[in-house]
């Protein structure tokens, strides 16, 4: 299923119009996805990079900025799997704050080896789990 | 016709695997955004927000990274207008290296009054200056 | 007494070296000082700038890195009330991860009136509440 | 002498009370070392990095923030050797706007093995490059 974190929107994340600068807002899908990816698959992204000498970089995404986000909002990004491939993973995100819609983007990401810089399939218990979608996990540590 | 701004990537745009990591290339964009719309215009960001109470955020972007950039690399934005509309302007943003496509992206800026919030037609002035297409300018200071 | 936010290092904070690139600490620093500012006065920093008026700007700080902090290590920000002016908080902040110091530094934080962009008296209310040093607090929400 | 880099201040630096936050001064810093570094050695940092195996990490950085700068400014960032140990660095930083302070800061940059993640002496052609203060060199691409 889906997978969720928490983030109040803070000083860092607006801009002089008080409003969330778009470009923070991947700062905090990344941070969602590296906490989905422990939380599904045991490991870490710092296990991932510098003990696998894997990576997960995005290399699609398509986003729409619903509403804007103020500082101090409680935002909750939710993760869910759309589709998974040899090598590839289909994101979905969603960003709210108290169940209206602020953010939705669509992305891909691909599993990569970082020695060669380019994909590589899925490891086999690193696909098995992200494929478990009998999961729910809510994660409130930033 | 389209503009451009060059751009080194620097030591903070870049990850632990030392190629840029994707949040930032919204901020490289951001600034083309800034220097394209003073140099069309002749309304820089700061007479925009500040002094006539307007902002232009990104309501939807969807992008592709076709390949990776590394720390050093000198980066080519270029944006395109695709579609000029009543309070709304759609852009299409090149990020190349020598050549090399690294990224291509789609976005619609909305013309936006800082005070209520909502879109608002685009003053005439701006949008006539936005609507000219017969300049080229090449910029090469961040 | 002291105030203390747990955070994880994230790969947006890691550089290509893969240790914390600087400018971030000071970025986890300013998250640490908005969470302290409202366990402390109740007021958050979005109601302290938009309904009060108000800023806190940081006018100088010193700092050690002591040792780098890696991707994946979970971080304790301390801050400490070093001295309460009359309109300014003189700030110790420490870094550490599993006791060991990563960073050291103190800080000077004044009460802005961001009407006029000039110090201000702390209002009282604020004052006697940040004075208040008989408080331990221990959060871990981001 | 010293080494200059012209950079205006962009919607990303800037915070809801529309002056530039206060992290994203050191961002600045750094790509004026950056720029420095590679004026004065011939050696880029991703050359250093990622082929030499070295890096230069701040260790040290007291900094005054004597006035706001806002939106639009376009700021000089002058960086002078205050004095060259046998591995490290002691650099004075100065942030104007149009001549009018805005940041002083002094900081210790260290020559580090990437491998070892201790500090080295500097290579003698680095350090015979950085020793060499009869250099002024004015750069305006950021």
């Known amino acids: 299923m889906s997978f969720s974190l928490r983030l109040?929107?803070?000083?860092?994340?607006?801009?002089?119009?008080?409003?969330?600068?778009?470009?923070?807002?991947?700062?905090?899908?990344?941070?969602?996805?590296?906490?989905?990816?422990?939380a599904r698959t045991g490991i870490g992204f710092a296990e991932l990079h510098l003990e696998r000498g894997l990576g997960v970089p995005t290399v699609k995404i398509d986003s729409q900025f619903v509403a804007p986000s103020r500082l101090g909002d409680m935002l909750t990004i939710t993760i869910t799997v759309e589709r998974l491939g040899e090598?590839?993973?289909?994101?979905?995100?969603?960003?709210?704050?108290?169940?209206?819609?602020?953010?939705?983007?669509?992305?891909?990401?691909?599993?990569?080896?970082?020695?060669?810089?380019?994909?590589?399939?899925?490891?086999?218990?690193?696909?098995?789990?992200?494929?478990?979608?009998?999961?729910?996990a809510i994660q409130s540590v930033a």
């Open 8 to 38: 109040p929107v803070r000083f860092a994340h607006v801009d002089a119009a008080g409003i969330v600068f778009y470009p923070r807002y991947f700062e905090m899908l990344n941070a969602a996805v590296e906490d989905w990816f422990a």
């Open 87 to 136: 090598s590839s993973c289909a994101l979905r995100y969603a960003i709210e704050c108290n169940g209206e819609d602020r953010v939705r983007a669509s992305a891909v990401l691909v599993c990569m080896n970082l020695d060669t810089g380019k994909s590589t399939p899925w490891p086999a218990a690193i696909r098995d789990r992200l494929a478990a979608t009998d999961m729910i």
